[in-house]
């Protein structure tokens, strides 16, 4: 049996996971990324918006470079889709309005929670990614998509824009 399949078999058990041999840190990362991504499968209710921290953590906090993602959500706040929309440089990832809202209507989603990374580890917001957000938010305001959040991954910490307020 290979180290994947041992891998795999840690994230298929129900209730507390039980590995089948001692893991190495980047297999237990892995297993809890593949956790993760099964939490939100289509169709998944976002419970908290922990749950979406975590995710993002895991899936972005440790690129090299930035990345931005949505999280295209129904009217129920269920998981549609999580789309990794663009890759950048190490201070900017490109993010086309025309786009988000091309694949919004695509998905006919009713909201969407937007993720990067700063590949420096600083969590905190920058003028450009406020600016990003509302330039967003309005493309998305037209099509009646809401923003329900933006999150920033700097390492393993996250900065929410609805928690403080700046949506």
Known sequence: MSDKQDVLRVVEMNGPYVAVRDLSPDDVIE??????RARFQRGKKLDCSADAKDYVILTLGDRDHEA???LFLDTRHRVIRCDLMA?????????YPREVVKRALLYNAAAV???HNHPSGVAEPSKGDKALTDRLASALQLIDVQVLDHLVVGGDETVSFADRGML
Do not use: M, N, Y
């Open 31 to 36: 297993a809890a990324k593949k956790i993760l």
């Open 68 to 70: 931005f993602a949505c």
């Open 87 to 95: 890759t950048g440089s190490l201070a900017e990832a490109r993010v």
């Open 113 to 115: 929670i937007f993720a």
